[in-house]
């Protein structure tokens, strides 16, 4: 019994090369035989293109934001940033984000397809010369004791899963999904395990509005929201949304058998979509587009056992199916002229006003024009920004606690946590966004009763204890838009130099120089935060189906 039966796969596919596969008969039956090296062209080929294009029904989505009358006008500067961004990844120099992810793949190899040695080994082989040889980053720590960490230098290990495909008529393939998770969306999937009390409309719905409230933006949407209901285990239910959340298993039946077969429900994926758009979190700073579809997936469970499992593919939706056959190796064809989305628009077009702020000014001065500003205010930034992330707050933290001064570029700049990717020849940055500001949470109001980090930048929500520090000590957390890594990189950031912890990497202590860069003011002095209401749970339980 096959628990998530595919049907006919419509995937547009290009051909990379014929080289490297044969066919081969011994006795009465017919081989595939794949040569190493195909598999190793095939996994640096994929690597590259979903670090820089996009599927068309991503882009195209996209685009219908800016189309739709009820789109607020910061779900259509999302938007068009992220097209923007599209555009100038599309080039092959900027990849699409600075976090070029965890390389993932998944291979089904039929039952006549032959290779030598270790496929993980020659797949490993192309990953690792995409990282070396392209602009990405190396994001992977291996562990050298149980609390210390060294960053591989090649983005080494792959998480890389080959399974045997015993399907009729696909005994001459193997197939594949090539992935690239970056830590925000990897680190919104969730797995609950629930009871048999939720499946009833009233609570499902309920349970939802709270836990899809939480995942708030730090993974940069709009998402591809997957929702999975059952599952033999919790591990299976939390693959399942994965695979979801990259529309792999889109071709599922549509109804449920007492067969024991996962199906997809396309009524409860309409009524989630809307719940979605109620919350008023939009893409990221307010609206309509926190999702961009969704997918729910039920599939069959114990009768003691309930796990519900969720995921989401971000703004960066990198992912690419793949196939070698008889006829070469194919991977699928993503869109290499964004261009053709891009609507006819300018910023003086997005109904929005923008509020300038140059950042060269004494941190006093800037503190006091952010003060002006409402929640939502859209701002744009000109002059000198420090960045530091984890392991830089980490350091400082500790020369904090032995009794050191803060470093006074905390105290003089505003303060963007991020990473860089590697820069290109010629450029002045590599892709540069933001990063998950709620994982420096723990440090603000420490920082700040020190004399610096009052005003931050990075994507998504924070805290409590941030909208606290910010009002008892005069900070201010401003919100970049989590995604178009590229285009600031391009457009925005002018300079790129290491200002202390050099040894750190990517995770060094950077300054930067950045010219009309944009944020929104998010939590303010005064103890506002954007994101209080638009990520509350509701009180009521409001069945699903009920007028609205």
Same mark, same amino acid.
């Given at each position: 019994?096959?628990? $998530?039966?595919?049907?006919?796969? #419509? ?20 081989? $595939? ?30 685009? &219908? ?13 999302? !938007? ?9 990844? !599309? *080039? ?42 392209? /602009? ?63 499946? /009833?409309?009233? &609570?499902?719905?309920?349970?939802? #509005?709270? +836990? ?17 209901? *059952?599952?033999?285990? @919790? ?44 919350? *008023? ?6 609206? +309509? ?26 703004? !960066?939706?990198?992912?690419?199916? =793949?196939?070698?056959?008889? +006829? ?24 929005? #006003? ?20 409402? %929640? ?23 020369? $904090? ?39 420096? #949470? ?9 004399? @610096? ?5 990075? +994507? ?26 590229? %285009?600031?990189?391009?457009? /925005? ?25 944009? =944020? ?11 994101? !209080? ?16």
């Amino acid at each position: 019994m096959d628990m $998530l039966p595919l049907g006919e796969d #419509d995937t547009p596919y290009r051909l990379l090369t014929s080289d490297g596969v044969r066919t081969e008969t011994l006795g009465d039956r017919t081989f $595939l035989h794949v040569e190493p090296q195909a598999l190793t062209r095939l996994a640096f080929e994929a690597i590259k293109d979903i670090s820089h294009l996009l599927r068309p029904g991503h882009l195209r989505q996209l685009a &219908s934001i800016l189309k739709d009358p009820e789109a607020s006008p910061n779900d259509r500067f999302v !938007a068009l940033d992220l097209l923007k961004n599209a555009n100038v990844a !599309a *080039g092959g120099v900027l990849p699409m984000c600075q976090d070029t992810g965890t390389a993932i793949v998944m291979g089904k190899r039929g039952q006549q397809v032959l290779t030598e040695g270790l496929d993980e080994e020659h797949l490993s082989l192309g990953i690792y010369d995409a990282y070396q040889k392209l /602009n990405l980053r190396y994001s992977q720590l291996s562990p050298v004791s149980m609390w210390e960490e060294r960053n591989t230098g090649s983005n080494l290990p792959a998480q890389i899963e080959i399974y045997s495909d015993t399907h009729p008529g696909h005994e001459l393939s193997y197939d594949f999904l090539f992935m690239a998770k970056g830590g925000g969306s990897a680190n919104k999937s969730f797995l609950y395990q629930e009871t048999a009390a939720l499946l /009833n409309p009233a &609570s499902f719905r309920t349970f939802l #509005d709270e +836990k899809l409230r939480s995942i708030g933006t730090a993974a940069c949407p709009p998402y591809h929201l997957a929702i999975v209901v *059952g599952g033999t285990s @919790g591990e299976y239910a939390l693959k399942v949304a994965k695979l979801a959340s990259a529309r792999y298993l889109d071709s599922l039946p549509v109804h449920g058998t007492a067969s024991g077969h996962g199906y997809r429900d396309l009524a409860m994926e309409a009524e989630v979509l809307a719940q979605t758009q109620e919350f *008023g979190i939009g893409a990221q700073f307010g609206g +309509k587009y926190f999702c961009h579809d969704v997918r729910v997936i039920r599939l069959p469970r114990h009768g003691a056992s309930c796990p519900v499992a969720i995921a989401v593919s971000c703004s !960066a939706d990198r992912q690419a199916k =793949a196939k070698i056959t008889a +006829k070469g190796v194919f991977l699928e064809q993503l869109e290499t002229e964004p261009a053709q989305f891009m609507p006819e628009i300018t910023n003086d077009h997005l109904d929005d #006003d923008v509020v300038r702020i140059d950042l060269d000014r004494p941190m006093d001065e800037v503190r006091a024009e952010l003060t002006k500003l409402p %929640i939502r205010t859209r701002v744009s930034l000109t002059g000198s920004l420090v960045v530091a992330r984890d392991l830089a707050h980490a350091r400082i933290k500790a020369m $904090l606690e032995r009794g050191e001064p803060l470093p006074e570029y905390l105290k003089k700049h505003a303060v963007y946590y991020a990473g860089p990717a590697k820069t290109p020849e010629g450029y002045a940055s590599g892709s540069f966004g933001p990063t998950t500001a709620g994982r420096m #949470d723990s440090y603000v109001d420490q920082f700040q009763k020190a004399g @610096g980090s009052f005003v931050m930048l990075a +994507k998504g929500n924070r805290s409590k204890a941030v909208t606290q520090a910010c009002k008892d000590n005069g900070g201010f957390y401003l919100g970049s838009i989590g995604g178009p890594a590229a %285009i600031l990189a391009q457009d /925005n950031i002018t300079k790129v130099e290491v200002l202390d912890f050099p040894e750190l990497g990517m995770e060094a202590v950077w300054r930067i120089e950045v010219k009309d860069f944009p =944020a929104f003011v998010v939590v303010d002095d005064k103890g506002n935060d954007f994101f !209080a209401e638009t990520l509350r749970p509701i009180t009521a339980s409001i069945p699903v189906g009920a007028p609205r």
